[in-house]
């Protein structure tokens, strides 16, 4: 399955991806959003352009349908923002 992600940093469309922000891991958001990154370089730019580092880790991880672990991206469908 090809799908089509737009990276969240640069707007750029592209398949394959390997890097992205999930907020399960921290406590700014109460609902799951993925935002996929082009590469290293947005992913980089999107620590120092967002303030989500600034805000503590989901301990334990949220349990539920829309909390699942996802390891790859490229298969399923996600909100994004
Ligand atoms: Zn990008």
């Known amino acids: 399955m090809t799908k089509l992600h737009t990276c969240y940093v640069c707007n750029k469309q592209f398949l394959n991806a390997i ?3 999930d907020s399960l891991f921290d406590t700014k ?4 959003i ?3 990154f082009c590469g290293p370089p947005c992913a980089n ?5 967002s303030d989500v580092n600034d805000y503590p880790q989901r301990r334990p991880l949220p349990r539920g349908e829309q909390w699942q672990i996802i ?3 490229n298969s ?6």
């Open 19 to 21: 890097y992205w922000y």
């Open 29 to 32: 958001y109460d609902k799951r």
């Open 34 to 36: 993925i935002r996929p």
């Open 45 to 49: 730019k999107y620590r120092e352009i």
């Open 71 to 73: 390891t790859d991206i």
């Open 76 to 81: 399923i469908d996600y909100k994004t923002d």
